[in-house]
């Protein structure tokens, strides 16, 4: 492998924990707003972490969009590391 392919790999393997991370937040986001829209439930104060989650997420991917090697331990934050609002 040349260290172009590994170059690739590594950030290959970030964008896969960013992409998962994504999809587990957005999951969630559509289940409240669906709950909210189609059955008149409420959105309360506990679930609003989500908006925290998804900015992180964010900010997250824009760092690894400016680095110029993968990092060797995962960018993207997990589901308990969210910041507070």
Same mark, same amino acid.
């Given at each position: #492998?040349?260290?172009?392919?590994?170059?690739?790999?590594?950030?290959?393997? +970030? !964008?896969?924990?960013? +992409?998962?991370?994504?999809?587990e937040?957005?999951?969630? #986001?559509?289940?409240?707003?669906?709950?909210?829209?189609?059955?008149?439930?409420?959105?309360?104060?506990?679930?609003? *972490? !989500?908006?925290?989650?998804?900015?992180?997420?964010?900010?997250? #991917? *824009?760092?690894?969009?400016r #680095?110029a090697?993968?990092?060797?331990? !995962?960018?993207?934050?997990?589901? *308990?590391?969210?910041?507070? !609002?």
């Open positions: #492998m040349s260290p172009g392919d590994a170059v690739a790999k590594a950030f290959d393997a +970030q !964008l896969t924990a960013c +992409q998962s991370a994504r999809d937040v957005a999951a969630e #986001m559509k289940s409240v707003l669906g709950g909210a829209i189609f059955s008149g439930a409420r959105i309360d104060f506990g679930q609003w *972490h !989500l908006i925290r989650r998804g900015q992180d997420l964010i900010e997250d #991917m *824009h760092a690894l969009s #680095m090697t993968a990092p060797g331990r !995962l960018i993207c934050r997990a589901r *308990h590391d969210a910041r507070p !609002l």
